[in-house]
């Protein structure tokens, strides 16, 4: 689960780490009054999205899609994007105007782009230096790594790829936490001295406490800068929740905002679905992660793609499986469904019953392949033949993606 700026800012705040003051605006008179709160004569506006490179994108409304186009491919161009400079009251409701309401696109976000429905507004900072700070979960190692760069201000993607050697590491060991000597070891080769330099401690352990307390997966400044005076700052945040650690996350749970997330992967989870939407044209429904992959590629090697990935889980019950294939249905790209189920603590007549209720209650407006072997998979079948739908039975994968493949290319012609 993807944090906003504003609210990741809140929990590195609640753990010691600094970071300017701000609040978060849904309209643009809120936008106003929260400048006129922060006092003084410079703010900076920015758009709430999950996307990088926010103050490099444009907004669909505003710009031509050659324009558009330049920025999906990172190439620079004139204009105003989702990070404002402001000297004015005015100038904020200007910036504010311009983003609510309206639809960012960045390299990140592709030509679709996404909706800014909340701004955050935030006092200027003085920057002398801006570096990169951040701490993930190194799988390979089963270690959480503090990983910092002198190269802040810049995606940490392009960096590795230009200036590996730019990316200093250390690992840490959970059951130890971050150690003092490590905190100073990433300082001194950020090459920083004084009072940045014991700032950065503080941040580093704050910005740790942050990654435990919130169960997270990521925690990332960048910039985190030092002024003119040696005060080290967060002056942007990004924090990334463990799913799997959400139920002990109440308030952090509270926050999420679905706006971002594609419709039908919200309406999965609800009822405990794993969805992803693809590309292609022949719906899935699976059960388990491992079949559902290898039912994608078994699509691939007979010529066609999958238009999502469908795990209905070991244990689904028909009201699950009716869901499912009411997403499924509902994605105009879909010419053809494959239902491919291996029974073990699934059943397969379980299956059979939520497609049918399912076909009863939406209509099935493409062809429909059945695959089912396992725990009562005669009865499955036979419910399936007894139902009187339009139903395309397959005795093997192959069998089954030959099948949905060639029924998804004639519904395309």
């Known amino acids: 689960m993807k944090l906003h700026e504003y609210q990741a800012k809140e929990l590195l705040r609640r753990h010691g780490v600094p970071v300017p003051p701000g609040k978060a605006a849904h309209d643009v008179e809120g936008a106003v009054e929260a400048a006129r709160e922060l006092g ?34 990172g190439e620079p161009v004139d204009g105003k994007g989702g990070v404002q400079l402001c000297r004015s009251l005015d100038e904020v409701r200007e910036a504010a105007s311009m983003m609510l309401g309206h639809t960012l696109v960045t390299k990140q976000t592709g030509l679709d782009g996404v909706q800014v429905r ?9 920057i002398a230096r801006e570096l990169y700070v951040a701490i993930l979960l190194d799988r390979q190692r089963s270690r959480h790594v503090l990983m910092a760069s002198s190269e802040g201000g810049t995606e940490i993607e392009e960096v590795a790829a230009t ?72 002056l942007d945040a990004k924090v990334s929740v463990d799913d799997n650690a959400l139920f002990r996350q109440k308030e952090i749970t509270a926050w999420y905002d679905s706006h971002e997330d594609d419709p039908a992967e919200v309406e999965a989870s609800k009822y405990g679905l794993n969805f992803i939407k693809l590309d292609g044209t022949i719906g899935c429904m699976v059960n ?21 990935f469908l795990d209905v889980g070991g244990g689904a019950k028909t009201d699950q499986v009716k869901a499912a294939f009411q997403i ?14 291996f029974g073990g603590i699934m059943k397969c007549d379980v299956i059979a019953e939520g497609v049918i209720q399912a076909v009863r209650e939406v209509g099935l407006e493409v062809p429909l392949v059945v695959r089912l072997e396992g725990t009562n998979v005669e009865r499955g079948k036979q419910l399936l033949s007894e139902s009187g739908l339009a139903i395309i039975p397959a005795e093997t994968m192959a069998d089954a993606a030959q099948k949905a493949v060639e029924a998804a290319n004639q519904a395309s012609r």
């Open 163 to 234: 200036h590996p050697e730019a990316i200093h590491k250390v690992w840490i060991d959970p059951a130890v936490g971050l150690g003092d000597w490590q905190a100073r070891q990433i300082a001194f080769k950020l090459g920083l001295k004084g009072d940045a330099f014991k700032g950065a401690l503080k941040l580093f352990k704050g910005l740790y406490r942050t990654f435990l307390a919130a169960d997270a997966s990521l925690v990332e400044i960048n910039p985190m800068v030092v002024s003119s005076d040696g005060q080290v700052t967060a």
């Open 118 to 126: 909340t701004v955050y507004v935030t006092t200027g900072a003085d």
């Open 288 to 308: 388990g992660a491992g079949l559902a992959m290898a039912t994608m590629d078994i699509i691939k090697f007979y010529g066609g793609e999958p238009a999502n």
């Open 328 to 341: 499924i249905t509902r994605d105009p790209d879909v010419k053809a469904i494959l239902v491919n189920i």
């Open 40 to 73: 003084g004569d410079f703010w900076v506006v920015k758009a709430q999205v999950h996307a990088g490179g926010r103050g490099k994108g444009r907004f669909k409304e505003f710009e031509d899609e050659a324009t558009l186009a330049k920025v999906v491919k």
